[in-house]
């Protein structure tokens, strides 16, 4: 009859192992439940930044193709200088503005994201008679993960050389 009290006795679990048993259970799947809802996080931000970054290079792209000749300075407008920028101001040799825009990304709904460049174009006198503009562009984007909303910023800078070359100079 003893060795019979023994075996019953060894057959189950105590209340307090099954309780730690779910306890680790517990912390594990929270552990991996927060992993994913983190990794999906920094994927979407991952995708705000880099639509952030091609709205930037757009910008700068557009300043690049524009033609700039340093020798025009007699009152007739370089195309850099006439870049549409909303409230763009221009003192100094310094062109500044902002353009607003959405961010290229697919979206459905009320999570469309919008992003502001901040241009700046402005002369950058190197050594004799060389003069280079530089052109900056600061992406600025809002992105909220749960109840905080932070703005973060993409910036890009380029410096170009004066376009001096005649149509007829080229071929």
């Known amino acids: ?24 259970v ?8 927060l992993a994913y809802t983190q ?8 995708g705000y930044s880099l639509a952030a970054e091609s709205l930037a290079t757009r910008q700068i792209e557009q300043a690049r193709s ?4 340093p020798a025009t300075q007699s009152g007739q407008p370089n195309e850099i200088y006439l870049i549409p920028l909303v409230n763009s101001n221009y003192s100094g040799g310094t062109l500044t503005g902002y353009t607003y825009t959405t961010l290229d990304l697919p979206s459905s709904g009320t999570n469309v994201i919008y992003g502001t460049n901040y241009v700046t174009i402005k002369p ?8 280079n503009i530089m052109v900056r562009v600061d992406a600025v984007w809002k992105f909220r993960w749960r109840t905080t909303t932070r703005l973060y910023t993409n910036t890009i800078v380029t410096y170009l050389a004066p ?5 007829e100079d080229l071929f």
């Open 1 to 24: 009859m003893l060795a019979s009290n023994r075996a019953i006795k060894l057959r189950g679990f105590t209340l307090a192992e099954v309780a730690i048993a779910i306890g680790i």
């Open 66 to 69: 524009a033609r700039w000749d």
């Open 39 to 46: 990794a999906t996080y920094r994927a979407e931000w991952s």
């Open 124 to 131: 950058v006198t190197g050594s004799g008679n060389a003069s």
């Open 163 to 167: 376009d001096n070359k005649q149509p």
């Open 26 to 33: 517990v912390m594990i799947f929270t552990a991996i439940i």
